[in-house]
């Protein structure tokens, strides 16, 4: 025996709250009013389980479906009316209502905690993996090479990596670094190493937790609009997306960690959102909080909270309410403070390739800047098109069923080539942070060998600069290439670090280049009275942070939050108007080839229903032409509020896959009622056979008010009425789609009922519109798989 409890929000002209009560007992049903006694009319059916509890899995939706958002926030509001009403009612009551209202900002706090918590050990444990492949250290093998010279007295400003403690794997095993052999026997452990961590990588995701493959992001904003997929943000994925990034990231993949930590974080916030009731039982109210746990993954990938924050709002959150906004910067506050008290790379910083520049740039400088960033524009069209391609081959061809021998050779491959250049050797976040550099007197990079004459401006190029340009832009090539096969294998692969690697090479040839035009042409008008004599005017390091922003938009199309993201990278607001310049440019360059970016391609490619908010309806269909049934298809499949029995409405669900059904007046008359979910019904009639008495497949199904007369030898009726939505959104035939379009958008719909003049006509879901935009586009509208 228990009780069915419904409170439903109704908005019409006027406000009115409209309160269901369904008795289940071993009897039969009784509905009550807020005027009615727990002993109202009737004999013993009206008999009630005093204990009032719902029905198991009743407002719950399945695996791959979309949520009611309009539902959960009904629930959301009047379980708050309920704990406000009751809050005047005694002291406990009152608690309860103040620790409900603190419990979002405590969720906060403990998502930021365990999100900077992990980014550190992820930070230390890839550093530390990455050195592993080209030595250990005598002191204590966990040490990674800076922190393993640390101590000692030898390193030099030129030798700065060369230490006693610090030994590669060719002295240790034939006891000399120097010669041919010597040489071989680094290279064949560095590639096993590679092989090693990269086949862990992949076994561990295949066999433990699919889900912790790729970036997540564009999981993550299916998700965050609505849609279920069990398990993406669960604990097994949290702990083998952990271990395995960290182990994908020291193969030496072009991938990096950024993309994934947001995964990890959302991962953190919905763990912890099951220790509090308010955001276990209501999908809506957790959505909130993953919006902002995607702040708090970018805060601590990049050490930008503010640019965590809005890369949130602007690239992957679904409904951003000024609360979730306030949540998301105390959320990222509280991560960047943990993962600075962590302190990774032992140096005060919170990303590895922080970098301040101290010259100024000038105005005849925006014309390279808005070469870089036509360039960054260019490689972002080009880098979507050919990953996607390559990434529907894997899904099409027999690769996709060896994703571990896919895994090994592509890292087997960038191994091979990585290790005789020092530029692609090194780790992407490194190589980041060498190019952005800003040469100093005392600086020993390749990237910084020039001949010393004064007094001119700059300084020409040495022989070792111009070796490094020829490995940079061999390394340009390769990361190029290697990087639209990485992205999407079945390892945890983030986006951002390669994109930036891609730019920041580009950006530093440019900026190079830039300086020796100037050096030996600074008696042209326009070098002539920017750069005075003995002054550094030109900073290739700049050159390269552009680029790296620039190549980042043209993949992401993000542009706000990655200006932010990188001008808290750099710390100088001086350098926001190249960042905003090359960033612009290179969003209307990709756009110019296709508006998609490469998280919006990866949920088209894998057929997510997901109505992204960005692209334009500009097509003009009507309602009609969209719902279903069309013309030929067979009638809307509707239940009646009476006349139905159990069978025929078992035997109604059986015969049809939709996740909810019309309630209709009649057959006749088509006049509707509300919306029933199938997942519901079915539950609430299985229920019913198990815990009412009498309940028969001939008993009839009532969703009206006030049943009908029946015969004496009649079973009792299954009434369930409390399960029907009696306010559906509904559209006239006539609406244009335009506008339908923005509705569910703007309200998150899963389905709308159209209706002409009051009879119901058929129905439009996510799925019809996502086939219609798709048919529209010339593609393929049965990519959308999922409802």
């Known amino acids: 025996m228990f009780c069915l409890i419904r409170l439903t929000y109704v908005l019409s002209d006027s406000e009115a709250l409209d309160i269901t009560l369904l008795a289940l007992s071993t009897g039969g049903y009784e509905e009550h009013s807020p005027g009615r006694g ?47 009403s009751k809050s005047k009612e005694s002291m406990g009551a009152l608690l309860h209502r103040i620790s409900d209202a603190f419990s979002g900002w405590l969720l906060m706090l403990l998502v930021g905690l365990m999100s900077g918590a992990l980014a550190g050990g992820i930070d230390i444990s890839a550093h530390w993996l990455t050195d592993m492949k080209e030595g250990v250290c005598l002191n204590g093998f966990w040490f990674n090479h800076e922190h393993c010279c640390w101590t000692s007295n030898e390193p030099t400003f030129k030798e700065r990596d060369k230490c006693p403690d610090w030994k590669s794997w060719a002295e240790l095993i034939v006891g000399t670094g120097e010669g041919g052999f010597a040489y071989v026997v680094n290279y064949m452990m560095f590639m096993f190493w590679a092989l090693l961590f990269s086949f862990l990588a992949v076994t561990l995701v295949k066999s433990f937790a699919p889900y912790a493959c790729g970036s997540g992001i564009p999981e993550i904003k299916t998700i965050l609009s609505g849609f279920i997929i069990r398990g993406y943000l669960g604990k097994w994925t949290l702990i083998v997306k952990t271990i395995t990034l960290v182990l994908a990231v020291s193969s030496g993949l072009s991938l990096g960690k950024e993309g994934p930590l947001v ?11 099951h220790l509090f009731t308010k955001y276990r039982k209501n999908e809506a109210k957790r959505r909130e909080v993953l919006s902002a746990a995607a702040a708090v993954g970018v805060s601590v990938a990049f050490g930008a909270p503010i640019g965590g924050v809005l890369f949130s709002l602007e690239e992957v959150s679904y409904y951003f309410p000024l609360k979730t906004l306030w949540r998301s910067f105390f959320a990222a506050l509280v991560a960047a403070f943990t993962l600075r008290s962590i302190n990774p790379f032992g140096n005060s910083r919170l990303v590895l390739f922080y970098v301040e520049f101290h010259a100024p740039w000038h105005l005849l400088e925006l014309g390279p800047f808005i070469l870089l960033g036509i360039f960054g524009g260019l490689w972002g069209a080009l880098f979507i098109r050919a990953n996607i391609a390559w990434c529907r081959r894997r899904k099409t061809t027999l690769l996709g069923h060896y994703p571990i021998v896919e895994v090994l050779v592509v890292a087997g491959v960038t191994a091979l080539v990585s290790f005789p250049n020092s530029y692609t050797r090194m780790s992407g976040a490194e190589l980041i942070k060498e190019l952005f550099n800003d040469c100093s007197l005392l600086d020993s990079s390749q990237l910084c060998r020039y ?39 079945k390892v945890p692969s983030g ?17 190079v280049g830039m300086e020796q035009l100037a050096y030996y042409n600074h008696d042209w008008a326009i070098f002539r009275g920017w750069c005075t004599p003995g002054a550094d005017c030109i900073t290739p390091g700049l050159y390269a942070m552009v680029g790296a922003a620039a190549c980042l938009g043209g993949v992401t199309r993000m542009t706000v939050s990655l200006v932010v993201i ?47 908010p960005k692209e334009e309806f500009e097509h003009k269909s009507l309602a009609v032409d969209v719902m279903r049934p069309r013309r030929a298809d067979p009638a809307l499949a509707v239940l009646t509020q009476e006349g139905m029995t159990v069978e025929e409405a078992e035997a109604l669900v059986a015969s049809t896959r939709y996740s909810g059904f019309p309630v209709v007046v009649s057959q006749e008359s088509q006049r509707l009622v509300g919306f029933v979910l199938r997942r519901d019904l079915l539950i609430s009639i299985d229920n019913a056979r198990q815990r009412q008495e009498g309940v028969v497949s001939s008993s009839q199904v009532l969703f009206t008010e006030h049943p009908p007369a029946q015969a004496a030898d009649a079973p009792p009726p299954v009434r369930l009425r409390s399960l029907l939505d009696l306010s559906p959104f509904t559209v006239a035939d ?3 789609m335009d506008i339908t379009v923005d509705i569910f958008r703007k309200l998150g719909l899963r389905q709308c009922l159209v209706t002409h003049n009051g009879r119901l006509l058929g129905i439009i879901t996510k799925k019809d519109i996502l086939k219609h935009m798709a048919q529209m586009a ?10």
């Not at 009630?48 to 509890?53: A, G, Q, S, T, V």
């Not at 995964?263 to 959102?273: K, P, R, S, Y």
């Not at 986006?495 to 891609?502: E, T």
């Not at 926001?576 to 296709?594: E, Q």
Request: with cysteine.
């Open 495 to 511: 986006l951002f670090i390669p994109s930036m690697a891609v730019g920041a090479i580009a950006g530093r040839l440019l900026g």
């Open 263 to 273: 995964h990890v974080a959302c991962c953190c916030a919905n763990i912890l959102c």
């Open 38 to 84: 727990m002993n109202g009319a009737g004999g013993p059916t009206a008999m009630m389980d005093p204990l009032e509890d719902p029905v198991p899995g009743v407002g719950t939706y399945e695996d791959f479906n979309t949520i009611d958002w309009v539902r959960e926030k009904s629930k959301d509001r009047d379980r708050h009316r309920e704990i406000t």
């Open 566 to 612: 990188m001008f808290e990278l750099t710390g100088g607001l001086e350098y926001i108007v190249p960042l905003m310049a090359a960033t612009m440019t290179s969003k209307w360059v990709a756009d110019a080839f296709g508006r998609e970016g490469i998280y919006e391609a990866h949920i088209r490619l894998n057929g997510y229903p997901f109505l992204e």
């Open 734 to 736: 006539h609406t244009p």
């Open 451 to 489: 001949k010393q004459v004064p007094p001119r401006p700059h300084r020409p190029a040495d022989s070792g600069l111009y070796t490094a340009l020829w490995q940079l832009s061999l390394a340009l090539l390769f990361k190029m290439g290697i990087t639209v096969v990485t992205f999407g294998m």
């Open 778 to 787: 010339n593609r393929d509208p049965d990519s959308i798989l999922f409802n």
